[in-house]
């Protein structure tokens, strides 16, 4: 079974925390990452270098890595603006963030559902003439629903209110509808339900688990998805940035860990552990202060482990 | 859905660790845990106290932990010796190591397959005789197969050589058999797969899921085990004890977090989580250097979770 992990460190990782990587850096970490077989990159976001000024150098960063054959080049942006700017800088795919809360929409991007799905329209709109105008090109356009399994400001997020924006989410025409734990809320059971009902209500357009650690279910959320269908993953190399917590509380689910159980259980991901060890090598010494956490790194693979035979 | 959390913090944990906790403290945190719900504590080993001075003291903390009602009091026991210093205190039931992989059993227990099955079956003829000799008691016997997914010592334990060796330890008369990734070596489908064989080849008799958390995998294995049909799990307050790695690389499955996922699910253990925080305070005041661990504890509950209801 082939499953595609999206590293989602270079944004999802480098916004989170308060040291600004180099440019420079940011292209050797996103180098070793394909090197080690990494397929697609979330590599920046196109928002207001005034209010995250660790992604102001995004553009730069994506020409860099369109170098790579074969690895699928990921922006998020949040508006058209944001769009226009992925576009002029070659992205390959666009991440658009929707909030299922309402109260995390207006914090996050203070905009209502309407005015966002307003917003998303226009995106694949500006997406589909740069498109038209460029023949061989075929960006494409995904939706990451946010704290699609509870938020820290409202609480609990019904379920069918998360189900009804993922349906106007795909009428805005964007390719596919992820569902995200951004506040590591989700249960197993929950994300057995959501994700059914996404496949049901969504079919092929039914997209990625973003899925944190914040309570330590995040590979069990992972193996919840997996076992109803979904076969993309976001995680992040080192689990790096969103931990607001102890030691080991990371917030997005680490790569290192992911790949290996995936690995473990005979899934493909093209990805090959020791050049994710490679890449991690790379992270930390760019940013010798963070702490970078994994359960595999540390433990190392078990004895006897086959990678190449899983 | 019923769940049985089979606390082996006070056996497993303490053991595991070079300090030694006061017969008082080990009430103390025995008495806590029997307040949170728990209806099943392994509250010590019956081993030599010169090879594990942790639990000299296990006939006076089974003594103490008996006098909760409802409560089942638990040892471990590697030979008739134990056995009997088991029954002469009282516990309700006997759990018996027997290793998967015949070189960790010639380091845990210094006794080849053959030898351990032969103490084994010596083993449920003494408590037999107890039980014949006692009527009104059922002292129980159960078998935690372990290294059963993966070895440290010999790598790969083949699939075929646990089976066997469970339907042998049945043979033997015991109540039941569970398996134990001893070296937090297993991965999702080898836990199902496995699982699945054992309640194919002894139905009710199958056993508890023994579950570590060492490469990160230990709530994942978990929810695969409650897959197939595993209603009874091991786990230890703060993860306590078998933490040869990092911050966060817990041996065992922590407590409370496998109550946060379970409840989450929707099972019912009958552990109150405020409860568990008490204990874990307990624990912490009668253990101040040792690390607990813990993702739950950390973050806290969720906004808007309703412990009663789930």
Chains 1, 2 share one sequence.
């Not at 050797?28 to 000024?53: C, H, T």
């Not at 922006?75 to 109260?103: D, F, M, R, W, Y």
């Not at 994300?191 to 357009?205: D, P, Q, S, T, Y």
């Amino acid at each position: 079974m082939n499953v595609l992990i999206s590293e989602v460190g270079p944004r999802d990782g480098l916004q989170s925390i308060t040291a600004v990587m180099t440019t420079e850096a940011k292209c050797r970490w996103i180098d070793a990452l394909a090197a080690a077989g990494l397929r697609e990159i979330e590599v920046g976001s196109f928002v207001s270098p005034k209010r995250l000024p660790q992604m102001a150098d995004t553009a730069l960063v994506v020409q860099h890595a369109r170098r790579h054959t074969g690895l699928r080049v990921m922006a998020l942006v949040p508006n058209v603006q944001g769009a226009e700017a992925a576009l002029a800088a070659g992205v390959h795919k666009i991440t658009v963030p929707v909030s299922a809360s309402e109260a995390h929409s207006l914090a996050n991007v203070r905009k209502t559902h309407e005015q966002m799905l307003a917003e998303l329209r226009a995106v694949v709109q500006r997406v589909r003439e740069h498109n038209a105008a460029h023949p061989g090109t075929a960006v494409g356009v995904e939706v990451g629903l946010s704290t699609a399994f509870g938020c820290t400001l409202q609480g609990v997020v019904p379920e069918d209110d998360v189900m009804r924006l993922a349906v106007a989410c795909a009428e805005a025409g964007v390719d596919e509808v992820g569902l995200s734990d951004t506040t590591g809320m989700a249960d197993p059971a929950q994300v057995r339900r959501l994700f059914k009902r996404l496949f049901a209500e969504l079919g092929v357009r039914a997209g990625a688990a973003h899925l944190h650690n914040t309570r330590g279910l995040g590979l069990a959320n992972a193996l919840a998805a997996l076992d109803v269908g979904v076969r993309s993953f976001d995680s992040s190399q080192g689990g790096l940035g969103g931990c607001p917590y102890a030691p080991g509380a990371s917030g997005n689910v680490v790569t290192e860990d992911l790949v290996f159980m995936l690995h473990a259980m005979g899934c493909h991901t093209g990805v090959d552990f020791e050049g994710l060890m490679r890449a991690r090598e790379v992270l930390h010494q760019a940013l010798p202060n963070e702490p970078l956490y994994g359960m595999v790194p540390e433990a190392g693979l078990p004895k006897g482990f086959d990678w190449t035979t899983r």
